[in-house]
Structure formats: C-alpha cells, structure tokens
C-alpha cells in the first residue's frame, strides 16, 4: 500500500522559513517523480513544484520560484519542500504527491498546513 505522510508544517512569521518532509512508503520511491501541491483556505488545489525520479530536474509555479526548493533523499525514502521568504499568501495545506506512469498523480499525503501570519 502507497503512503506518503507529510510534516514539518506550523506558523511562522512573514520572511520565515520552514522544511516539509514527505515520508515515503509502499512503492520504489526512487522510481517516480513526485510533487507539491497546495490548497490555500477556500481555494482549489495549487500545483508548487515537482521532482524527477533522480532528482537532477525540478520545476517551480512562478509565484515560488526563488523562494521555495525541492529536493529528494532516495536512500531515505523522503521528499523535501524548503520555504524561504514566506508570505501569507503561501497559507495553505501542502500535499505531496507520486506521479504514476501516465503522468498524472495516484496517491497523495493528508497534507500539512501551513500559515504564515504575524
């Protein structure tokens, strides 16, 4: 059975910084690309970022880039969202998800919430 379990979310100021960690599990982890996706309150789902299996190749939602890095540890089975320069508006509950083979996303964490707020 897939599972993907996300924390390392909370509150943090304006400017902070936070690391998301997704806890891989059920699958060959280091075979699939992965991604971030978010739902700010009272919003659809956000597409942030995604990983290649190998994690030589990412990309980023442009309201992020700069700000936010992806990375993976493939002997430990995690994925990774550093967050730098927070702003409210990156106030949402962040998911990580595993892309299947046709390229559309099959499993999904609970998702952690993060706000940014002084």
């Known amino acids: 059975e897939v599972q993907l379990v996300e924390s390392g979310g909370g509150l943090v100021q304006p400017g902070g910084s936070l690391r998301l960690s997704c806890a891989a599990s059920?699958?060959?982890?280091?075979?699939?690309?992965m991604s971030w996706v978010r739902q700010a309150p009272g919003k659809g789902l956000e597409w942030v970022s995604v990983?290649?299996?190998?994690?030589?190749?990412?990309s980023y939602t442009d309201s992020v880039k700069g700000r936010f890095t992806i990375s993976r540890d493939n002997a430990k089975n995690t994925l990774y969202l550093q967050m730098n320069s927070l702003k409210p508006e990156d106030t949402a509950v962040y998911y990580c998800?595993?892309?299947?083979?046709?390229?559309?996303?099959?499993?999904w964490g609970q998702g952690t919430l993060v706000t940014v707020s002084s």
């Open positions: 998800a595993k892309y299947a083979e046709t390229g559309a996303l099959d499993a």
């Open positions: 059920g699958f060959t982890f280091s075979s699939y690309a």
């Open positions: 990983i290649n299996s190998g994690g030589t190749s990412t």
